[in-house]
Every structure is written in C-alpha cells, then in structure tokens.
C-alpha cells in the first residue's frame, strides 16, 4: 500500500499570500491529521479530521483551516502567509480515531518570502 | 506550554554504545507515549510505542522505560549503528488513538562508525 502522499513537496509563497496543501492518506484510513513542523522543533498540531468533520483544532491562528473530502483526502489553507508560516506541514493518517499508529507523509516545505 | 520536555537536544554515540534519551511530561491525562524516528527530508516514523500500564517495552534494539509516578519515560537504543543516526520525538497523547500528539523538541542523534 502507498503511504500517505502529499503536495506539492516544496513551495515557496509571498507575505501575503495564500497558500493549499494537500495529503491523501493510507487505503482504508478516515482519518486525517495535520502538523506544523518549524525547523529544529518537534511537529505541532493543527488539525484533525475524521468521516468529513473536525474532530479537533491545535492553538492556531484562524487564518489556517482545513477540510476532508468524500474520499477521505484532505487540504490544509493557510491565509494571509507570514514569514512565520514558513515550516514542514505534515499530514498523518489512522485509520480511525481510538486505533493506532499514526503515519506521516513526508512533508510539504513551505518557505514565505 | 511545553508539556513535554525532551532532553538531551543533541547526542554523539559510538557504534555499538547505548543511546539514551528522556522526556518528561506535565499532564498525567497522557495514556500513549509515542517515539518517532525522522531522517532529513522524511516525516516522522513510528518507532516505539507504550501505554502507562507498562513500565518497559522491548522491541529489538529499542527499550522504552516508562516511571508514572515521576512522569518521565525514556529511549534505550542498544549496539547504536551509523544508520541510527536520526532526530528522535518522543510525544504523548491523550487520545489513546495518538492521532493528537503533543511532541518533545527532538534529539539529533549522531552514531559515529
């Protein structure tokens, strides 16, 4: 099975701007899990989604939001980018909430310029 | 807030010595404590997991030691290899899927041949 899957791999944006990620997680997982990493720190948590519906929200701005599809692939927004913004965006799959273990993708960079 | 602390932030081993790092936490709701394993480029893979009904898991070369009462548990890495050489999360959750993961800030792991 593929492992979860995310894009683009790198992207590089203007203060300002707006910014869509996107992750497609493991066959058979529905839920969908969404972390920032900046660099030299330990991923932090954004968002988890789960049958199309947030299941829970990490201590960011609301300038980030998220969404799930029927398919179970999910897109991370972030609004009005700040240079602070710039960081490794990870998404994580399960298959559902209460199983385990969690599997990462590899990672969108996101540098703002 | 911090609410796991992760030490040391960086650690140099010799082939085939021990690797030892340590997290502590703050919030006694934790019930799944989580270690990651990131090369460069890559997301973060699950290595080791346990629940704090245990005091200590083995799996293979890695051990995790988990102290409840003193809120701390640690990654015993046995016969340290080059190819060990990695950044290491531990994380907890109180989502005992570990789909919400709150992470340590990492230790840089270098394995001298």
């Known amino acids: 099975d593929a492992g979860v899957t995310q894009s683009p791999t790198h992207l590089i944006k203007t203060r300002g701007q707006q910014v869509t990620l996107r992750c497609s997680p493991i066959?058979?997982?529905?839920?969908v899990s969404w972390y920032q990493q900046v660099l030299g720190q330990g991923p932090q948590f954004i968002f988890q989604?789960?049958?199309?519906?947030?299941?829970g929200r990490g201590n960011f701005p609301d300038r980030f939001s998220a969404r799930q599809f029927p398919n179970y692939s999910s897109e991370l927004n972030v609004n009005a980018l700040l240079l602070g913004d710039s960081a490794l965006y990870l998404c994580?799959?399960?298959?559902?909430?209460?199983?385990?273990?969690?599997?990462f993708g590899n990672g969108t960079r996101l540098t703002v310029t | 807030q911090q609410q796991v602390k992760q030490s040391p932030q960086s650690l140099i081993v010799q082939k085939g010595g021990i690797s030892i790092i340590n997290c502590a936490y703050e919030?006694?709701?934790?019930?799944?404590f989580p270690w990651y394993q990131q090369f460069p480029g890559k997301g973060p893979a699950l290595l080791i997991a346990?629940?704090?009904?245990?005091s200590e898991k083995k799996e293979g070369r890695f051990t995790i030691s988990f102290n409840k009462s003193a809120k701390q548990f640690s990654l015993h890495i046995m016969d340290s290899q080059p190819g060990d050489s990695a950044t290491y999360f531990c994380?907890?959750?109180?989502?005992?899927?570990?789909?919400?993961?709150?992470f340590g800030e990492g230790t840089q792991l270098t394995v001298n041949p």
């Open positions: 994580a799959s399960i298959r559902a909430p209460r199983s385990s273990p969690l599997h």
């Open positions: 346990i629940r704090p009904d245990v």
């Open positions: 066959s058979g997982h529905k839920s």
């Open positions: 919030n006694t709701a934790f019930d799944y």
């Open positions: 989604y789960y049958e199309k519906e947030e299941r």
């Open positions: 994380a907890a959750s109180i989502d005992p899927s570990g789909s919400r993961l709150t």
